[in-house]
């Protein structure tokens, strides 16, 4: 038989056994039955701690251990530095903010209201728009922050 004909024969065999049920059988299992997880969650019993069963040696020894395993434990925690305040902006930016955000937001409280708006009402909201945008881009420059030696000063740690 050709390896062709072979792969044949087992394609037919999957698609003649395609609708067959499964047989559940342990014997087939590739694990043991003790690793089967069980059709009803396990309910878990807490009990509270019964400090005063053991003796002080030994409560101060736990204490110690316990400790030890915080510290081991906050040992490689990473706590990130504090974040560098926000800049400062001067007057034009927030005018520019306000423009961008306020005239949209105006239309559309206005708009909700079923207020009557004059035609300069209207071309004065969108112009705040129009003009908070291009504030804001033409005020952004071309390059980052702080552009003191050239714009690219390489990988900083």
Known sequence: MTPQSDEDEVWRQI???????????SA???WPDSENVPAEPLRRVVKPPEEFDEP?????EADQE??????EQSEGHFVPPE?????????TTKLAWVALFGGPAYLLFAAVADWHMEGWVLFTA?????????????????????NDGGWDDGAVL
């Open 83 to 91: 974040p560098p305040p926000l800049p400062k902006l001067d007057l």
């Open 66 to 71: 316990s400790e030890e395993d915080d510290e």
């Open 56 to 60: 002080a040696g030994e409560r101060d």
């Open 15 to 25: 698609v003649a056994s395609f609708n067959d049920t499964a047989e559940r059988d």
């Open 28 to 30: 087939d299992q590739p």
């Open 126 to 146: 969108v112009a705040a728009f129009i003009g908070g945008f291009v504030a804001l881009v033409v005020r952004m420059g071309d390059g980052p922050p702080g």
